[in-house]
């Protein structure tokens, strides 16, 4: 719980907002979803990669998810 508490305090200071930080530490959306609708793969001008899958049912996006992607190499 330690390193939590020292993560939240370099967040705030850092000027990330209650809510950022709330998502950050609880990994709201952070996982796969079985047979998603939709998945893609997006590499950022940073390097890195992450993986969005979207479950969509009657037009509505009805659960969301993100994960780094695997290193390739």
Request: charged share 25%; hydrophobic share 30%.
């Amino acid at each position: 719980m330690k390193g939590e508490q020292v993560q939240v305090e370099l967040l705030k200071r850092s000027g990330y907002s209650e809510k950022a930080i709330a998502y950050f530490i609880n990994k709201v959306n952070v996982g796969e979803i079985e047979n998603p609708s939709a998945s893609l793969a997006y590499t950022g001008p940073c390097g890195d990669t992450m993986q969005i899958q979207l479950k969509v049912n009657s037009g509505q996006i009805t659960d969301e998810q993100y994960k780094k992607a695997k290193d390739k190499g």
